[in-house]
C-alpha cells in the first residue's frame, strides 16, 4: 500500500516526495545564496587590553542598501547583536557604525577603522 501511495501522483503530476524535495533544495539554495552575498564594507577593530570588540557595516555586494551594522564580542562569548538596519536611507549604517566606535574610543578604547573584502 505504501509503495502505491508513493507512485500516485496529485493532479499536476508530482510525488509528494518531489515536492519534499524540490522544497528542500529549494532552501538550502536560498540559504546559500544569502550567507555567500553578505559583504561588509568598513569595518572598525576595537581594543581595550585584551578585550576585542569589531563593529561592520554589512549589505549585498555593490549594494548600498538595505544594510545591518554588526557588532561582534568576540572575547565574550562570541556575542553578535545588530543594532541598527536600514532599507532606504543610504550611509544610514555607515554614520552609525561611526558613532559607535567614536562612542567606544571615548570610553578608552582603541578602534581602527579597516576597508574589508567585498
Known amino acids: 500500500m505504501q509503495s502505491a501511495f508513493r507512485s500516485k501522483s496529485n493532479a499536476s503530476g508530482f510525488t509528494l516526495s518531489r515536492i519534499v524535495k ?3 533544495i529549494l532552501i538550502a539554495g536560498v540559504t546559500a545564496t544569502l550567507a555567500m552575498n553578505t559583504a561588509s564594507a568598513d569595518q572598525y577593530t576595537c581594543q581595550q587590553g585584551s578585550i576585542t570588540r569589531v563593529i561592520a557595516v554589512e549589505h549585498e555586494p555593490n549594494q ?3 544594510c545591518s551594522v554588526r557588532y561582534e564580542k568576540p ?10 538596519h536600514a532599507n532606504n536611507t543610504a550611509g544610514f549604517c555607515e554614520e552609525k557604525a561611526d558613532y559607535l566606535a567614536e562612542k567606544l574610543s571615548l570610553s578608552g578604547w582603541a578602534c581602527e577603522k579597516k576597508k574589508s573584502h567585498k
Open 64 to 66: 548600498p542598501l538595505p
Open 75 to 84: 572575547d565574550e562569548g562570541n556575542a553578535v547583536s545588530f543594532p541598527w
Open 22 to 24: 524540490f522544497i528542500s
